[in-house]
């Protein structure tokens, strides 16, 4: 213990020598938290918590396949017909994404 706070007397009187590497050293840890804490904080929103749904293990996406595009989100005409015939699933939605 007696060694610990003679190492932390002479960290003190080290930083106090040179205010400018100090001040670059917090500022530098500084960020580092913050940009840990974001990102742990976007990882936590979108992969860790459940979806905010009843029953999230029950959600489905279903895709057309075609030889020309390996995944495509079902036409307008494709998705009427799914629904009309629709024996299996409770509620049925689209959604499509832009690919610009």
Do not use: H
């Amino acid at each position: 213990m007696e060694t610990l706070l003679k190492d932390l007397r002479f960290g003190i009187r080290m930083m106090a020598r040179s205010p400018g590497f100090t001040l670059v050293a917090l500022v530098t840890i500084a960020l580092g938290i913050g940009a840990n804490t974001a990102i742990f904080s976007v990882v936590n929103t979108v992969l860790l918590r459940p979806l905010p749904y009843e029953q999230p293990n029950r959600l489905v996406v279903l895709w057309e396949r075609q030889e020309q595009i390996p995944q495509e989100s079902p036409s307008l005409p494709d998705f009427n017909d799914w629904c009309e015939r629709n024996r299996s699933f409770e509620q049925v939605a689209i959604s499509r994404r832009d690919n610009d």
